[in-house]
Each structure stands twice: as C-alpha cells, then as structure tokens.
C-alpha cells in the first residue's frame, strides 16, 4: 500500500510540475499572443492611416497627368471622374492607361526631335559646304587681284 501511494505521490507531483510548466507556458503563448494581436492592431490602424495618404497621391498624380494629357481622343477634356477611394480597380486601369499616353507622347517626341535633329544637320551640312565655296571664291578672287595688282606694279 505505501508503494502504492509513493507511486501515486510521485505521479502526483510529476502532474502537478508539467501542470506548472503548462501553465508557464501558456501564460508565455498568452503573453506573445496578445503582443501579436497589439502590433497587428497598430499595424492596421497604420494602414487605415495610410491608405488615404496614398489615395490623395495617386488622385494627385492622375489629375496632373490628365492636365499634361488635356484632351482625350474622343473629344471631351480630361477622363472619366474614377477616383481610388471608389472603385481602385477601374482607377489603376485608368491611370495605367493614362501613363502609357504619357509614355508614348514622350516616345514621339523624340521621335519627332531626332528627325529635326537630322534635318537641321543636313542644312547645317548643306551652309557649311556653301561657306567652304564661297570662301574659295574669295580666296581665288583676292589671288587674281593680288596678281593683277603685281602685275602693275611691274
């Protein structure tokens, strides 16, 4: 019988330390639990913050390149009032849209300019040719008056 109950105390104990480590270790996890759920609700009092901060950029940016774009192609100024806050699908792909107008204005600028480049350079090119002529002539000329003037001189 004194077995038994050495056994059964010693069993008891043995439950009573891994309840304590269990206990320690849940009141750890609680602990850590609750520090989580701290930091994800700032992180999402952050985002809340932050989201209309990046609305009014991106409602900014659009607006300014629907004033560079003036004009659509159909007729009517500007585009279609899409703002972030609304529908921010529909608006990416409007201002998506709306950068690759920019984008391709851009494209034919420079387009446009190399070839002014290129023509300039063959005006430029043609003058030059014209002024080498005509400072030959002059140099032709100013011998044949040098020679004429030696000529009576002698």
Do not use: W
């Amino acid at each position: 019988v004194t077995e038994k109950l050495d056994r059964a105390q010693t069993s008891l104990r043995t439950a009573k330390m891994e309840l304590n480590a269990a206990r320690s270790c849940n009141s750890d996890l609680e602990q850590k639990s609750s520090k989580d759920q701290r930091s994800l609700l700032s992180n999402e009092s952050q985002f809340r913050d932050q989201l209309p901060e990046r609305n009014t950029l991106l409602l900014t940016i659009y607006q300014y390149i629907d004033k560079i774009l003036g004009m659509d192609k159909s007729g009517r100024k500007g585009g279609s009032e899409t703002k972030p806050f609304t529908n921010f699908g529909v608006f990416h792909d409007n201002l998506i849209s709306k950068l690759k107008s920019v984008s391709q204005i851009q494209l034919d600028f420079n387009k446009r300019t190399k070839e002014a480049e290129a023509r300039i350079m063959k005006k430029y090119t043609t003058v030059k040719k014209q002024l080498d002529n005509n400072s030959k002539q002059i140099d032709a000329f100013e011998k044949s008056v040098k020679a004429v003037a030696e000529h009576k001189h002698t």
